[in-house]
């Protein structure tokens, strides 16, 4: 369902902020749509970037954030469906410098190979703010399905 709103023709909208069903911040953008979630049962960030064109196979994604408190951030760990090629994923533990990037800067870039996908950070400081202090132990959490060890 979430991957089906990034693709839903709409104009450019603010960034958004939802605590609900794990902390999310998204942006649509004119070329590239942006998810950041943080789920608090994983203690996992990932952050979701999707395109129309789909993503080129390259072994290094780099995100640069342009401004005041620029910054180049790079992974080889980024993972894109072959099936689907529309979404990259970064997942990690840490997200503090993708949340600085995004937060005090004015552009985020995504580079993979010779793309380059650009998305205005107009707007981002206080949906990125509210994410940083999502209340986690209010979210609704999804059971998660445990083996079961008493055979």
């Known amino acids: 369902v ?8 709409a104009p450019a909208m603010a960034w958004e902020f939802t605590p609900v069903p794990i902390c999310t911040l998204f942006h649509q953008g004119t ?8 789920d608090p049962v994983d203690g996992d960030y990932a952050i979701h970037l999707s395109r129309e064109g789909g993503w080129p196979e390259a072994e290094l994604f780099t995100m640069r954030f342009e401004g005041p408190r620029g910054l180049t951030i790079s992974t080889s760990a980024h993972m894109i469906e072959p099936e689907d090629t529309r979404t990259l994923t970064v ?10 990037g995004l937060n ?5 870039v995504a580079v993979l190979g010779d793309l380059e996908v650009a998305v ?3 707007g981002a400081a206080p949906a990125v703010e509210e994410f940083r202090a999502c209340p986690t132990d209010q979210l609704v959490s999804i059971p998660r399905a445990t083996p079961d060890t008493t055979s």
């Open 120 to 122: 205005s950070l107009d």
């Open 104 to 108: 005090f800067n004015q552009r985020a």
């Open 91 to 100: 997942r990690d533990r840490g997200f503090g410098n993708v949340l600085n």
């Open 31 to 38: 070329d590239m749509a942006v998810m950041v979630t943080y």
């Open 2 to 9: 979430a991957l089906s709103l990034l693709f839903a023709p």
